[in-house]
């Protein structure tokens, strides 16, 4: 399964509502995870099963979607949110990343 | 808190054999309902996932790289390993190992992470 996020790159300020798309070439069943990743760090777990925040996620983070079309919004940008953000499907193998969305402050 | 941490060469000759292992700490890799993954990220490029191996030895692989990669499990030693052999430059990256938060793929605790250069 491929999935393509959108924007590849997004610019905005602290404060800002933000929204990262992704999409499957196929039906995920919902099976599907979002990661932030900061520079020489290890990606962090931040939704699973496309709407579940993981325990410690701040509440500004938040999934949805369905079938192939997949969204990640944070609601009101923080410093610490400047990050690459990867969506994943772990519906069939072999599992399969976005290429990233690189979330850069304006 | 599961803690783990990636050990092995950093740097492997082409047409060698990478070898990684992944020491777990707080938690044991024989606890059932997890999955514990090997994944790697050229520099500069996304992530890519290499494979997983579940506490009964099951294991997948990506299709891209399974004619060369192996992954264990140790229970001895609290471990799990990555084996890929016939390397070549496209195989630099950091290589990092996680595991699941359930039997699903979503990868809740990693390691640091580990840089492997493929050259001579």
Do not use: M
């Amino acid at each position: 399964i491929q999935l393509t996020q959108s924007p590849s790159s997004l610019s905005a300020s602290v404060g800002d509502r933000v929204t990262i798309t992704c999409r499957a070439s196929q039906a995920t069943g919902g099976y599907l995870a979002w990661y932030q990743q900061k520079p020489g760090k290890a990606p962090k777990l931040l939704i699973y099963a496309a709407s579940i925040l993981q325990s410690g996620v701040p509440s500004r983070f938040s999934g949805s979607g369905s079938g192939t079309d997949f969204s990640l919004t944070i609601s009101s940008l923080q410093p610490e949110d400047f990050a690459t953000y990867y969506c994943q499907q772990v519906k069939s193998y072999p599992v399969t990343f976005g290429q990233g969305t690189k979330l850069e402050i304006k | 808190q599961v803690q783990l941490q990636e050990s092995g060469p950093g740097l492997v000759k082409p047409s060698q054999t990478l070898s990684l292992t992944c020491t777990v700490s707080g938690g044991s890799v024989i606890t059932g309902g997890y999955s514990w993954t090997w994944l790697r990220q050229p520099a500069g490029k996304g992530l890519e996932w290499i494979g997983r191996v579940y506490t009964t030895g099951r294991t997948n692989y990506n299709p891209s790289l399974q004619s060369r990669v192996s992954i264990s499990i140790d229970t001895s030693n609290n471990q799990f390993s990555l084996s890929l052999t016939s390397v070549t430059a496209a195989d630099t990256a950091v290589y990092y190992c996680a595991r699941s938060i359930d039997l699903n793929e979503y990868l809740q605790h990693w390691g640091q992470g580990s840089l492997v250069t493929v050259s001579s």
